[in-house]
């Protein structure tokens, strides 16, 4: 399977404070995309970085990806309490395909 | 607003009974793809469709089953042969450009229970 795998599981940190999250894979990507889902609400798409790519950013998010490593890494600088939510990096299913094959998540709770 | 819309938001379903989840997009976009989110899990992939009158199983089809007779709507039904179909259901589209996996926007999910 070619799932992205999240780390930490849980992510605990106060306002103010940046926090990181960390995906790998196992086998070549097109592109890699992470995703935001609110307790109970459906995923929102946050980023999408392509292989060629090395960092991106979109706000206070910054990702970056080693495909050397084959992993990534989402940093959301300057936390709120409203950044509180489970966060998901996405791969292709293979060079070509149009599936996306999720990870398991980063629970993310931010302490006002 | 553009955007997918799921219905119902929760939904029972009785011993040896078929259910229907609906799906409805307004975006314009030809993918739709349906996945199961069980509790501190990530997202599988049960069934998705690239194009009207047509869908492919995803990693978990058994059990379900769906039509694409039109591009706004993408239901997917729950058959009494999925023995545990508790869990989180989510519609996501996306566009297509040919090019490997796209921004997918999801519906707000349902939520499956058995009574």
């Known amino acids: 399977s070619q799932q992205g795998e999240e780390d930490p599981q849980a992510l605990s940190i106060q306002e103010g404070e940046n926090a990181t999250m960390n995906c790998s894979y196992k086998?070549?990507?097109?592109?890699l995309q992470w995703y935001r889902q609110n307790s109970g609400r459906g995923l929102v798409h946050l980023i999408l970085?392509?292989?060629?790519?090395r960092e991106k950013h979109s706000g206070r998010l910054r990702v970056t990806l080693d495909t050397s490593k084959k992993s990534s890494s989402l940093l959301i600088t300057a936390s709120r309490a409203a950044d509180t939510a489970s966060y998901f990096c996405?791969?292709?299913?293979?060079?070509?395909?149009?599936?996306?094959?999720f990870g398991k998540g980063t629970k993310l709770t931010v302490n006002p | 607003d553009g955007g997918i819309t799921q219905s119902p938001k929760y939904l029972f379903r009785k011993e040896g009974q078929n259910v229907t989840l609906s799906c409805e997009q307004n975006?314009?976009?030809?993918?739709m793809y349906w996945y199961r989110q069980d509790p501190g899990q990530g997202l599988r992939l049960i069934y998705y469709?690239?194009?009207?009158?047509?869908?492919q199983k995803g990693d978990i089809a058994e059990g379900y089953s769906v039509s694409r007779e039109k591009k706004e709507s993408f239901p997917l039904t729950v058959t009494s042969a999925q023995k545990n179909p508790t869990a989180f259901y989510l519609c996501?589209?996306?566009?297509?450009?040919?090019?490997?996996?796209?921004?997918?926007?999801f519906g707000d999910g349902t939520r499956l229970s058995i009574l």
């Open positions: 086998t070549s990507i097109n592109n």
């Open positions: 996405a791969t292709d299913a293979g060079r070509g395909s149009e599936k996306l094959v």
């Open positions: 996501a589209s996306s566009t297509r450009n040919g090019w490997g996996n796209q921004p997918q926007h």
């Open positions: 975006l314009n976009h030809d993918a």
């Open positions: 469709s690239q194009i009207v009158n047509d869908f």
């Open positions: 970085i392509r292989s060629n790519e």
